[in-house]
């Protein structure tokens, strides 16, 4: 079946540099969505990647690299409220649903 | 424009009672989708639909039913509440499944079943 990997927590101060990694496996290709789910809240899409490389919105960046089935999200100039869970998702095997990813907990500390 | 309106925000039942969780969109996407979220854990998808009058399972859709009526609404019910159904449930939607890949969430059910 399809599966993605992600850190369960990653910690780092406040105006720092934050990477997420994803690597995947899955007999089709299809790209890797970004989200981001703040405690209580619902999952909210940050980014798409659908060819590799590099894409950014902001603060956030997303890379994708499909020959080594791995992605990462960059998170810059970290703020208090980028605290949060981040998925990443991609499509099933069929492209017809999305798999997500078990979360990477991001804390920030002051 | 509201987007996903999912109700209710808090749910708590006694084990073999049945429920509906409602989920509606105004955006008129075609793709509709019921997921549970454990602690701790992703997002895992209990069932889907592709359209109005057409809907599948997802990867955990035992004790959940759905039907798709409209394009607008994709209701999820429990038939018999066990402890194991103890979550909080997400509906989604998204425009086209080909082309677009951003899904829109509703606000979410947290759901106690003692």
């Known amino acids: 079946g399809q599966s993605l990997e992600q850190p369960s927590e990653v910690t780092a101060v406040e105006g720092a540099i934050v990477q997420i990694n994803c690597t995947y496996q899955?007999?089709?290709?299809?790209?890797l969505s970004w989200y981001q789910q703040h405690d209580g809240g619902a999952p909210t899409f940050l980014s798409y990647?659908?060819?590799?490389g590099l894409e950014e919105t902001g603060r956030f960046s997303s890379f994708l690299s499909r020959s080594d089935s791995y992605g990462y999200l960059l998170l810059q100039e970290l703020q208090m409220k980028d605290s949060a869970s981040y998925f990443c998702?991609?499509?099933?095997?069929?492209?017809?649903?999305?798999?997500f990813g078990p979360g990477t907990r991001l804390s920030v500390l002051p | 424009n509201a987007g996903v309106t999912q109700t209710p925000k808090f749910q708590v039942l006694k084990t073999g009672q049945s429920m509906t969780l409602q989920c509606a969109q105004d955006?008129?996407?075609?793709?509709m989708s019921w997921y549970r979220q454990d602690p701790g854990m992703g997002l895992r998808l209990i069932h889907y639909?592709?359209?109005?009058?057409?809907?599948d399972q997802g990867e955990v859709p035992n004790g959940y039913n759905v039907s798709r009526s409209t394009t607008e609404d994709f209701p999820l019910r429990l038939l018999s509440a066990a402890p194991s159904q103890t979550s909080v449930y997400f509906c989604?939607?998204?425009?086209?499944?080909?082309?677009?890949?951003?899904?829109?969430f509703g606000s979410g059910t947290q759901l106690s079943v003692l």
């Open positions: 998702v991609q499509r099933d095997n069929y492209g017809q649903n999305f798999v």
């Open positions: 899955t007999s089709g290709f299809y790209g």
């Open positions: 990647n659908a060819l590799d």
């Open positions: 955006m008129n996407h075609e793709y």
């Open positions: 639909s592709v359209g109005a009058g057409i809907t």
């Open positions: 989604a939607s998204n425009k086209d499944r080909g082309a677009n890949e951003k899904l829109f």
